[in-house]
């Protein structure tokens, strides 16, 4: 993952080890539509994209906190590309920390 650099350091926020987050945090991070949306998205996508990608019902200001909020759970990855910031899903991370949860999610919102 190429990422940009600012001042001579990479522009790459913080990452949480899924290891180290309780699946209390992960849970919530889930409860809300717009961030079931993304990480839906995303899993059906199979490759990265910015967060301009999808067409959220909400501000750009709303969307940038969901993304912070997926990562902070150790749900997304977030880099740049040029000044496009992009997300992956940590699928391998997810389904090691915590089996069958996201095919649960996206087999839920399949059958909604």
């Known amino acids: 993952m190429a990422a940009t650099r600012r001042n001579g350091q990479e522009r790459i926020p913080p990452h949480p080890d899924i290891r180290t987050i309780g699946l209390q945090q992960v849970l919530e991070a889930l409860v809300d539509p717009v ?50 910031r992009m997300n992956a899903l940590c699928r391998d991370e997810v389904d090691g920390a915590f089996p069958g949860l996201l095919d649960a999610l996206v087999a839920k919102r399949d059958r909604d």
Do not use: M, W
Request: proline fraction near 2%; include cysteine.
């Open 35 to 84: 961030r079931r949306l993304i990480v839906s998205e995303l899993y059906a996508a199979g490759h990265d994209f910015s967060c301009g990608t999808i067409d959220l019902p909400v501000s750009k200001s709303t969307a940038t906190h969901h993304f912070n909020v997926l990562r902070e759970a150790g749900l997304i990855r977030q880099y740049y590309v040029g000044t496009s």
